[in-house]
């Protein structure tokens, strides 16, 4: 007996650090709804998709069995469905917008359609906007090639088979501020049908707080190096905003604030909601915009200021992506079902629901987050207003990390508008969060100490 404890106390002191317990508080009705998404109805979606045997922007629109057209008709006949229990608050529309022609990735100009499912919010005080994209045209290795077989299985059948169990959850749901699930052609052939309604957002002066782009969410294995994990997600982020003033550069330049653009917030949001609802998974930030040389359909969002990131699996399988459908030297290629990992699929679509609700059941953004940088003095004393629109705040977050950490490391609750903290101002960062009774936290607002002058 003697022998076990001292062996105990011994490898608690080899550890040679405090085991630290986080506190987990998890909403039931955030939880009940991420237990409702099915990897067996992503599944039947992926497989009816790939039935449609292409998905490419120039093919069919006339067959109802195949071609973009009828995977259009898909999308929109499987949504009426679904908001049918929606009482009303859900609808169900085609956007048309004309595409391609001289000097574009297309060889002729087409009408090319989006399906946008827009579930309004139940408060009328409250006109924030949360959207969740996905594309879902496909493409074979041959780019112009509209006939070929391009089942898009993984890319992207899974992220609109994510999309679509969101949109059936949300059906059964009365969530305070408007959701908007964009089902995007045009993808593979330029962003088109991202660049579309984003343009409409932007004239429009929609009240986007967030925008997350689901674009190969299925596959958990490696070509060539084999690795096989569905245990992490990735979130791509801008670093310093596509668009930035040169009042918002002199801020960053001021405040150092170029690891803090509005978008890496909305990631590091994601990581944490994420994270905190869905068992076996990781949400691994990345800190680039997008992997190199390629583009998703979040790109133009953030290009007209929207904050914008892309929810992406970790491992990517070259083998399948953009491959023709043969099997070549004993290896399989083209993106195929059994490519897809649906429990996988399932995890990632939790991370993405989480996120959402958990947004949209927050206060607003606390307002004009300041540091006071009058004195030199080791407090740091940050101020901020309540927000003036939405549900009101009952408390807020500080968040707080050491300049040379790529996430927030602390979070206090605070009453009140202002705190003074025992921590020089040079030496951390700080955000502010409005959170209310039950947990609830809205983005980030990194605080500034105005900017130079
Ligand atoms: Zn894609």
Redesign the pocket.
Known sequence: MKTLVIFAISIVMLSGQAIAQQITVRDSVIEKAVLQISASNIKTTVNELVALHTRHNLSTKNDPARGIGAAAQYLSNKLNGYIKNSAGRAIVEKVEYRAGGKDTRLSREITLTNVVATFKGSNKDDNRIIVLLA?YDSRADNNSDSTAFAPGAN??GS?VAALLEIARILSGMDIPVTIKLMFLSG??HGLLGAAYMASVAKKENWNIIGVLNN??IGNSRTSSTDVSNNTKVRVFSENIPYVESDEMKKSRVFNSSENDSKSRQLARYIKETGERYIDNMEVKLVYRNDRFGRG?DHTPFCKEGFTAVRICEYHENYDRTHQPVTVKNGIELGDMPNGVDFEYVRKNCGVNLSSLLNLSFAPSLPQNVKIDISDLSNNTKISWESPKEGKKPSAYYILIRETDKSNWERKVRINGNNIELHLSKDNYLFAVQSVDNEGHESLAVFATGGSSK
């Open positions: 594309h890319d992207n992220g993808e593979e674009d190969m998703g």
